[in-house]
């Protein structure tokens, strides 16, 4: 019996962590309004309450069908997991279509066990590429493009990207970023009275996230970072959820051995864009954070040599700083605490959603 035989199952959204669930909520709605057949695994990548129950409730996705509960782990043996996992999963649904989304763990285990699978693959924020080899996100994004049957961009030179890879131009679609449908649609629910409130925050801050491996992981590299994050404090408080990920190390370097750094457990969605639309300069090395302060209009200074979102840099808050500039950098932008006006990227206009469900009925149909 060859594929064309086979009664195929529902659309299978594979997510894994918070950036996959704020990017899928307005796929899954837009599918659900064509009238889709689907299903949400949750990979239990990131399994903290915090980092990932609360944003199902507070975004509206359906409860889960399946969560595989994997864990944290090494690259290795996360992956190997989650395909071992997902296998079971794709083999017992027989999908008509798996989207995975953006560059974590789970989407390249996801696409992977797909490809083997002969399931077509649709990867939402493809193309995105920072061209440093060192970063596992990198290698994840690269390989899911190329086993990916719908390229999904958000952003035109992404476009750009997959060509010179030579993915077919017929697998490439410009859609826009989902991500900032849901920016967009929960606008008035970020109160940042109430998060100053509620957290006790001071009126004026600087908030910062930070959990890329190459900032946390190492002791000595976590130590200097957290040097000049007191230098940030010095000239402001410094609001700090901590991630999981880096968090013993942060800690043991100090983070919170100054008066001025407020460090708080992980945010919900909401609280946490809140807390970012609230605050006079965002320091991070997240990418999705970049892309949310360039449409909310708040200076982002990102801790990295690069990044795979340079549009947040051409059209928007973003500029890229090392650790010794990142307090001359920082007193440059709460000196002049000026906001950008509105310039979104091309379709960064709240209606990705929609013309990625478009995409994949179409190419479900044929």
């Given amino acids: 019996m060859n594929r064309r035989e086979i009664v195929l199952g529902p659309i299978v959204h594979v997510l894994g962590a918070r950036p996959n669930f704020v990017k899928a909520a307005p796929v899954i709605g837009a599918l659900r309004a064509a009238g889709a057949e689907q299903a949400v695994v949750h990979t239990g990548q990131h399994y903290d309450t915090r980092m990932s129950e609360i944003f199902f409730d507070e975004l509206g996705l359906p409860e889960p069908d399946v969560n595989l509960g994997v864990g944290s782990g090494g690259h290795a043996a996360q992956t190997a997991a ?45 193309g995105l590429r920072s061209f ?32 010179d890879e030579g993915v077919a131009v017929s697998r490439i679609h410009l859609v826009g970023n989902p991500m900032i449908d849901t920016l967009l649609a929960n606008l008035d629910a970020f109160d940042t009275d109430a998060v100053r409130r509620d957290h006790d925050l001071p009126e004026r801050y600087v908030l910062a996230t930070v959990h890329r491996p190459a900032n946390v992981d190492d002791p000595d590299t976590a ?33 919170d051995d100054h008066d001025g ?30 892309e949310e ?54 379709l960064w206009d709240g209606a990705a959603g929609p013309r990625i469900a478009e995409v994949i009925m179409e190419y479900l149909g044929e």
């Fill in 132 to 163: 440093d080899m060192s970063m596992p996100e990198e290698v994840n994004r690269r390989l899911t493009d190329q086993l990916s049957d719908l390229c999904l961009v958000t952003s035109p030179e992404a476009v750009g990207h997959l060509a």
């Fill in 82 to 126: 989650l395909m071992i996992g997902l296998e079971r999963e794709f083999t017992s649904r027989s999908p008509a279509l798996v989207i995975v989304y953006g560059d974590v763990n789970s989407t390249i285990a996801a696409a992977l066990v797909a490809a083997k699978l002969h399931i077509p693959v649709a990867h939402v924020e493809a």
């Fill in 261 to 290: 750094v407020h460090v708080l457990e992980p945010l919900g969605y909401i609280d946490f864009i809140a807390a970012v639309r609230g605050a006079a300069a965002v320091v991070t090395d997240s990418g999705g954070l970049q």
């Fill in 223 to 255: 130590a200097a970072l957290v040097r000049h994050l007191h230098g940030v404090a010095d000239l402001a408080d410094l609001v700090i959820p901590v991630h999981p990920r880096g968090r013993e190390t942060l800690l043991a370097a100090g983070l």
């Fill in 293 to 346: 302060t360039t449409i909310l209009g708040v200076p982002c200074l990102t801790v990295r040599p690069n990044t795979e979102r340079p549009i947040t840099i051409t059209h928007g808050t973003n500029r890229l700083v090392t650790f010794e500039e990142l307090v001359p950098e920082a007193r440059k932008v709460l000196e002049s605490d000026a906001r950008k006006a509105d310039r979104r990227p091309p």
